[in-house]
């Protein structure tokens, strides 16, 4: 098996599609909220800050990993099989 970078593209598109996904159900939270109009604040803090916890959860997963494998996942999985 050959050794690949643990900053590979497969990882940023696996680390993206996890900041975009909590992007969105910020967006949709504020979209189906009860509420009309919200402050600056609380936009932040509906989208901005679950946004910035994700993409730090990932890039310290892939950081700490011992793996040589690439993973935004906190879940133990592998792409090779495990005969």
Not at 2 to 12: G, I, M, Q
């Amino acid at each position: 098996m050959a050794k690949t970078s643990k900053w590979n593209r497969r990882f940023w598109i696996d680390l993206g599609e996890r900041v975009s996904t909590t992007f969105l159900y910020g967006v949709i939270t504020i979209i189906s909220g009860s509420k009309l109009h919200f402050s600056r604040e609380e936009i932040i803090s509906i989208v901005m800050i679950p946004v910035i916890l994700s993409l730090a959860k990932g890039l310290l997963k892939n950081m700490t990993s011992t793996s040589d494998e690439p993973t935004a996942s906190l879940v133990n999985v592998s792409s090779y099989p495990t005969d």
